[in-house]
């Protein structure tokens, strides 16, 4: 199995305090390839190290986890349903004409509830990209709006992170709406909304409106019901699924946590383990599980949580009062939260590996609260990974400039005069990050925007300990497998370079080691590995 580490080197944005990433500049392999053939889609990449052995449980989530949901048929179908709570409300029915657009959303997003924009901005809250509707702002409008290019994001009464991959059809909606109304001339543009008449609509109450037709769909069960009708076409069906869980079933306790009802989780669940309708020794679902917990209310689950009660799994109803006893095999039990959870199992907060997809609900809660080690699923990491090998030479052409910039000042000290025009470089800089970005869709990465990380992709870095597109990659790793984190540099330790010879002759790279390390250019490191025994200590700071 091939391991890849991939070291921050040479440059960074004045703006970014976190180095640029270049994968390519000095690798020592961490993660590993997907015999088949898939590459790098189907590899896992660590933030920090964790010994697969040391692992009594892995815990799951079930939408856009277990069950992935197909793109972009499901979002189509939300979206629709969404349109139709808003005319059913009041909204004007020519808004019906808007159709779902893949390329346009990207999660992550801020919406900000005051002007109508949607916002991707860095884990500071600098801005990185402004539309209003399907119109991108420039310079002096950005200004107008936001005289620092800089939002408070602990304003969370005006800006509002759109993070799941449930949210993509509510962000994409925003656009759609302040689209509509900007262009519709029965209404009159103001700073903050629209006025009609006597009737003023803010975005405010657009935002209000849009999360509530999103509760409605998903509370109402009208998504979940379109769903359970045409399994096949919004459903991804594999037959990994059950093999993977069988051999982790081998390899420690599984358990699955769900805010969807039991109803839902059944039919979803039986759809997945289904794949020959005339074996009649056709392995329950439930079977493949210790505990099966529904209805979690997540975050809350990993907070205080809700009354733990029995499922009748014939009927579907909850049984009356709190369930204290212990944990009974196959038995679907209802709320109840993470403290629950690990008495029941007997497990404690790093024995227990979570997969989930919500970086908030799943990932942040359960680190932050529990402990708990933690996998972040990333769809769209497969696209990304796609695009940022592809367009590799767009990238470069971003770092030759970055790198031309510095240069200009080279020589140049607190007594010089004069001032380098750098206006021309400032365009190209401009111009090759938009082109980069458009690579991706029309909001750019999930992950960055030219040389700066996005707001997600912190959080990604910061609280999840692995992470990949699927968390059927586990296929490919045996589970005594040791996770090793990149070595991660600071920006000053990124500039100081340790020639070949200096590194054997300190001892630091010495056989195995010196042979894994590959060197480009003169930029050598010294001092970057970690001691094994780190890994082994599965260190989270």
């Given at each position: 199995?091939?391991?890849?580490?991939?070291?921050?080197?040479?440059?960074?944005?004045?703006?970014?305090?976190?180095?640029?990433?270049?994968?390519?500049?000095?690798?020592?392999?961490?993660?590993?390839?997907?015999?088949?053939?898939?590459?790098?889609?189907?590899?896992?990449?660590?933030?920090?190290?964790?010994?697969?052995?040391?692992?009594?449980?892995?815990?799951?989530?079930?939408?856009?986890?277990?069950?992935?949901?197909?793109?972009?048929?499901?979002?189509?179908?939300?979206?629709?349903?969404?349109?139709?709570?808003?005319?059913?409300?009041?909204?004007?029915?020519?808004?019906?004409?808007?159709?779902?657009?893949?390329?346009?959303?990207?999660?992550?997003?801020?919406?900000?509830?005051?002007?109508?924009?949607?916002?991707?901005?860095?884990?500071?809250?600098?801005?990185?990209?402004?539309?209003?509707?399907?119109?991108?702002?420039?310079?002096?409008?950005?200004?107008?709006?936001?005289?620092?290019?800089?939002?408070?994001?602990?304003?969370?009464?005006?800006?509002h992170i759109l993070n799941t991959l449930f949210n993509l059809t509510e962000t994409y909606l925003y656009a759609c709406l302040v689209d509509f109304f900007t262009n519709c001339s029965r209404y009159v543009n103001c700073d903050t909304g629209y006025k009609h008449g006597n009737l003023f609509m803010s975005f405010r109450?657009?935002?209000?409106?849009?999360?509530?037709?999103?509760?409605?769909?998903?509370?109402?069960?009208?998504?979940?019901?379109?769903?359970?009708?045409?399994?096949?076409?919004?459903?991804?069906?594999?037959?990994?699924?059950?093999?993977?869980?069988?051999?982790?079933?081998?390899?420690?306790?599984?358990?699955?946590?769900?805010?969807?009802?039991?109803?839902?989780?059944?039919?979803?669940?039986?759809?997945?383990?289904?794949?020959?309708?005339?074996?009649?020794?056709?392995?329950?679902?439930?079977?493949?599980?210790?505990?099966?917990?529904?209805?979690?209310?997540?975050?809350?689950?990993?907070?205080?949580?809700?009354?733990?009660?029995?499922?009748?799994?014939?009927?579907?109803?909850?049984?009356?009062?709190?369930?204290?006893?212990?944990?009974?095999?196959?038995?679907?039990?209802?709320?109840?939260?993470?403290?629950?959870?690990?008495?029941?199992?007997?497990?404690?907060?790093?024995?227990?590996?979570?997969?989930?997809?919500?970086?908030?609900?799943?990932?942040?809660?359960?680190?932050?609260?529990?402990?708990?080690?933690?996998?972040?699923?990333?769809?769209?990491?497969?696209r990304e990974l796609h695009v940022w090998t592809e367009k590799s030479e767009i990238f470069e052409e971003l770092r030759s400039l970055d790198v031309l910039l510095a240069e200009l000042y080279q020589p140049l000290d607190s007594g010089s005069s004069e001032r380098p025009d750098i206006s021309s470089i400032k365009r190209?800089?401009?111009?090759?990050?938009?082109?980069?970005?458009?690579?991706?869709?029309?909001?750019?990465?999930?992950?960055?925007?030219?040389?700066?990380?996005?707001?997600?992709?912190?959080?990604?870095?910061?609280?999840?300990?692995?992470?990949?597109?699927?968390?059927?990659?586990?296929?490919?790793?045996?589970?005594?497998?040791?996770?090793?984190?990149?070595?991660?540099?600071?920006?000053?330790?990124?500039?100081?370079?340790?020639?070949?010879?200096?590194?054997?002759?300190?001892?630091?790279?010495?056989?195995?080691?010196?042979?894994?390390?590959?060197?480009?250019?003169?930029?050598?490191?010294?001092?970057?590995?970690?001691?094994?025994?780190?890994?082994?200590?599965?260190?989270?700071?």
């Amino acid at each position: 199995m091939e391991q890849t580490y991939s070291f921050a080197l040479l440059t960074r944005s004045p703006s970014d305090p976190l180095p640029l990433q270049i994968r390519a500049k000095c690798e020592v392999k961490t993660s590993s390839t997907h015999p088949g053939g898939e590459g790098k889609s189907a590899e896992i990449f660590v933030n920090r190290s964790l010994a697969l052995e040391k692992i009594r449980c892995f815990g799951f989530d079930m939408d856009y986890t277990l069950a992935m949901y197909k793109s972009p048929d499901y979002e189509e179908l939300a979206f629709e349903l969404l349109l139709d709570r808003l005319v059913s409300i009041g909204y004007p029915h020519e808004i019906l004409k808007y159709q779902y657009d893949p390329t346009f959303p990207t999660r992550g997003l801020v919406f900000d509830a005051q002007y109508g924009n949607l916002l991707k901005v860095d884990s500071h809250g600098n801005l990185l990209v402004c539309a209003h509707g399907f119109r991108f702002l420039k310079g002096a409008e950005i200004w107008n709006y936001y005289p620092n290019k800089f939002i408070q994001r602990d304003d969370m009464k005006r800006f509002h992170i759109l993070n799941t991959l449930f949210n993509l059809t509510e962000t994409y909606l925003y656009a759609c709406l302040v689209d509509f109304f900007t262009n519709c001339s029965r209404y009159v543009n103001c700073d903050t909304g629209y006025k009609h008449g006597n009737l003023f609509m803010s975005f405010r109450s657009i935002f209000q409106d849009v999360r509530e037709a999103m509760d409605h769909v998903h509370l109402s069960g009208c998504l979940k019901e379109k769903t359970l009708q045409n399994l096949e076409k919004f459903v991804v069906k594999d037959p990994r699924v059950p093999l993977l869980l069988s051999r982790m079933k081998e390899a420690g306790k599984v358990f699955l946590a769900t805010n969807s009802d039991y109803n839902y989780t059944d039919a979803i669940m039986t759809y997945l383990f289904t794949f020959d309708p005339g074996d009649k020794v056709q392995r329950p679902w439930r079977s493949y599980f210790d505990l099966i917990v529904v209805d979690t209310r997540k975050p809350l689950f990993f907070a205080e949580g809700t009354v733990l009660r029995q499922v009748n799994t014939d009927t579907g109803k909850l049984r009356i009062g709190t369930y204290t006893g212990p944990l009974q095999h196959c038995t679907v039990y209802s709320g109840g939260s993470s403290d629950m959870v690990c008495d029941l199992l007997g497990v404690k907060g790093k024995d227990i590996l979570y997969i989930g997809d919500h970086i908030f609900g799943d990932i942040l809660k359960s680190k932050k609260r529990q402990g708990w080690r933690t996998f972040l699923v990333v769809p769209e990491l497969a696209r990304e990974l796609h695009v940022w090998t592809e367009k590799s030479e767009i990238f470069e052409e971003l770092r030759s400039l970055d790198v031309l910039l510095a240069e200009l000042y080279q020589p140049l000290d607190s007594g010089s005069s004069e001032r380098p025009d750098i206006s021309s470089i400032k365009r190209q800089i401009q111009n090759v990050t938009h082109k980069m970005d458009m690579c991706y869709g029309k909001m750019g990465s999930l992950f960055r925007c030219g040389s700066r990380q996005t707001l997600f992709a912190n959080q990604l870095m910061r609280y999840a300990d692995l992470y990949a597109a699927s968390f059927l990659n586990f296929l490919y790793y045996p589970f005594s497998y040791l996770f090793r984190a990149p070595p991660v540099l600071m920006p000053h330790e990124s500039t100081v370079e340790h020639m070949h010879l200096e590194l054997r002759e300190s001892g630091l790279l010495t056989g195995h080691r010196l042979h894994q390390l590959s060197f480009h250019g003169h930029q050598n490191l010294r001092g970057i590995f970690q001691d094994t025994d780190e890994a082994e200590n599965d260190d989270d700071d």
